[in-house]
């Protein structure tokens, strides 16, 4: 073959390798994340099936964006730099977001009860790593750990927080108040943020997030209005350890991770217990869906693949709100929402944050 003909050869099979290769990377649902700093809202014609949502194949219509956790000790790395899978769609109506991310450990069990010594003393202790046989031992015993669950909390900007917005270092981690999710947390942009915040143990079996209003450091209230608890201490001091105050209804025979409140009856301390038995640490109110429920606009399900240790969360709430000054209103006339993620593992002290990035609607 002529060396003219072997150049040009030489030009077709780059020119086919060329459009192949554009024609992959612009599959659906596959994004390069090196440099982008923003997760796409794809807008759908038809609505998820909810029942099943975490298998909806309108999934693959959207982009994925991986956001990295734990990168920057500025937004917090107690945890190790990790990667959050994150999908979004809406329809005319709702957005739905879904997070994707490893955890090696399953924590569903937040302020769970263990009965340590037997019935001659009554020792219950709190989460425990170790078992307690004596009653002196209860003083060796570790301190209530009521947040020990597994949480993925959303920051997104309401829009009237100036340069801030949702910018987790200025507001989780400001000075002395560093604390649990929310709890002293507050702007300092003279704004609010929209929390959702998904907690494995006490919002999720109620399939809700806890949705949050972080305002000004003068705010009386950190969690969005509502009438009614969706969940209560299981403890007859609530602000602190002392013993659980109800049990199912079925005795230390009952095994499971969540007390619901229509199979709470209050706590018999003479019944058969032996060590190791438990108690769940919170009693969830299956009547939470009365009056007020802005706190509870956010829904979410989920699921968790024991063998690839991943947790995968999908939270979705309506587009619009008539609570324009706890919630983002998605329909304000802006495109774009800037919003920080934060993974917490079995506890909230141990958390990985993200960096600012942006939510954008298509």
């Known amino acids: 073959m002529s060396r003219k003909w072997l150049v040009l050869a030489g030009f077709a099979l780059f020119f086919i390798v060329v459009v192949v290769f554009s024609s992959c990377s612009k599959d659906k649902g596959v994004i390069d994340t090196s440099s982008k700093d923003t997760l796409y809202v794809k807008s759908v014609s038809t609505s998820p099936d ?28 107690d945890l190790k730099v990790g990667i959050v899978k994150t999908k979004a769609v809406a329809d005319t109506a709702y957005v739905y977001m879904r997070f994707d991310w490893r955890d090696s450990t399953m924590s569903v069990r937040p302020g769970y009860w263990t009965n340590q010594a037997g019935q001659e003393c009554a020792v219950w202790t709190q989460n425990a790593d170790t078992t307690v046989t004596s009653c002196p031992q209860i003083g060796n015993a570790l301190n209530p750990r009521w947040e020990n669950e597994d949480v993925l909390g959303l920051l997104i900007d309401i829009g009237n927080n100036g340069v801030e917005k949702a910018n987790c270092f200025t507001t989780c981690h400001t000075g002395a108040d560093t604390s649990d999710i929310g709890y002293y947390h507050y702007t300092t942009g003279d704004g609010n943020i929209d929390a959702w915040v998904w907690r494995a143990g006490r919002s999720n079996p ?28 299981n403890s007859i001091q609530p602000t602190y350890s002392s013993d659980p105050k109800w049990m199912h209804r079925t005795g230390h025979t009952y095994a499971g991770s969540f007390l619901f409140t229509a199979d709470t009856v209050m706590m018999d301390i003479s019944s058969n217990w032996q060590p190791r038995d438990g108690v769940p640490g919170y009693v969830l109110n299956t009547n939470w869906n009365t009056g007020n429920t802005s706190r509870y606009d956010i829904k979410a399900k989920v699921a968790y693949d024991d063998q690839l240790k991943r947790w995968t969360v999908v939270m979705w709430r309506r587009l619009t709100t008539p609570y324009t000054a706890e919630d983002v209103n998605f329909k304000d006339g802006r495109k774009e929402f800037q919003a920080t993620l934060a993974i917490m593992d079995h506890a909230f002290e141990r958390h990985s944050g993200s960096k600012p990035f942006t939510i954008k609607f298509e």
């Open 50 to 77: 909810t029942a099943d949502i975490i298998n909806d194949p309108l999934w693959d219509e959207a982009e994925e964006f991986s956001i990295r956790i734990g990168e920057d000790k500025n937004y917090t790395n």
């Open 206 to 233: 109620l399939g809700l997030a806890d949705d949050q209003c972080w305002g000004p450091k003068n705010q009386t209230r950190r969690e969005d209005s509502y009438t009614v608890e969706s969940c209560l201490r």
